[in-house]
């Protein structure tokens, strides 16, 4: 089996400035291209409008799962900043114009040199900068829309509100059970009349989906670290086996709707490419092995069970 790692990471920039029109672009540049545990950032906002402008912010989105240091003290006239937190593992750093600041007309922000700060972690560990949203490997300057330029005091980021890793990888789930609302909605459609069913392929999109939110927390998890959560799937897969679920829906399908959200939402090509290839199949119902994960998993699918009993 084929896993993939999605994560969605987004960015629209929308802003309402003389007739719809965004009157700023931004260019980014990698000041130490070839380090691994360091990231230089270089950037420059131009204002293209005949207008002179006094707010204005962007964010530099990016990845961390250890104590990190933002290096602040390099290069940043006129601008305020602070670090948001979006998920466990999702920082931004938002930028926004001092009081008193101003992009003049036709010109650079703050000046064709641009702003520079630094990236890594407290103790120097290797920095995964392919993870990073709005990273540039490029040494000399380069157009990106990744930074969410605003004429306001806010970051623009309308495609999606980024709360938790779980909506961040999977989109919405309303219901709070640990499933896609989607599949919960083709779940409910194709197994109405079996609660034992429903419960399985639930339990199944619960487990795939606690294994991403875990893999996303922490890219650089090893193999042992990645079993008990191949572990809860391989249940998952027997169970919806022995329940006989696969003989009403194709089995093959709904798996691939459950791991491709690539149509539904974007994915990041860095998380991806670190994912594929990290697990390895497990027959946890045929082996008799991993019996503590497995007596775990089969507490939660009964837990599950009881709930679609009680619909």
């Known amino acids: 089996m084929k896993f993939y790692k999605i994560i969605c990471i987004l960015g629209t920039f929308v802003a309402v400035v003389n007739a719809n029109v965004m009157p700023l ?58 670090v948001d937190t979006l998920t466990d593992s999702t920082y931004q750093i938002h930028f926004s114009l001092k009081q008193g600041a101003f992009i003049a007309p036709n ?32 040494p000399s300057f380069e157009n990106t829309e990744k930074l969410f330029l605003s004429v306001t005091g806010e970051c623009q980021d309308d495609a999606v509100v980024i709360d938790t890793a779980r ?20 779940i409910d459609s194709e197994f109405s009349d079996s609660s034992e069913k429903r419960a399985a392929y639930r339990y199944l999109a619960q487990a795939i989906q606690n294994q991403w939110t875990a893999f996303y927390e922490n890219p650089q998890m ?26 009403k829906m194709d089995f093959n399908w709904f798996y691939a709707n459950v791991l491709n959200t690539k149509d539904r939402i974007m994915y990041e090509a860095g998380i991806d490419d670190v994912f594929a290839g990290k697990l390895l199949p497990v027959a946890v119902m045929k082996n008799k092995k991993y019996s503590n994960i497995v007596s775990n998993g089969l507490e939660i699918y009964e837990n599950i069970l009881m709930q679609e009993e009680g619909k």
């Open 107 to 138: 010109s650079y922000f703050p000046n064709t040199s641009g702003i520079v700060f630094g990236l890594h972690y407290r103790y120097w560990f290797p920095w995964d900068h392919q993870l990073d949203y709005s990273y540039s490997s490029n």
């Open 25 to 82: 672009t931004a260019e980014i540049r990698n000041e130490q291209p070839y380090s691994l545990d360091n990231n230089a950032i270089r950037i420059r906002v131009f204002n293209h409008s005949t207008d002179t402008l006094r707010n204005m912010s962007f964010c530099y989105r990016f990845h961390a799962n250890k104590e990190f240091v933002f290096e602040h003290t390099w290069y940043l006239p006129d601008l305020n900043y602070k």
């Open 222 to 247: 090893t193999y042992e670290e990645l079993l008990p959560y191949q572990v809860l799937i391989s249940l998952g897969v027997s169970l919806i086996n022995n329940t006989g679920a696969v003989s």
């Open 167 to 186: 909506v961040k990888i999977l989109g919405y789930d309303r219901d709070e059970n640990g499933v896609r609302d989607d599949l919960d909605s083709l």
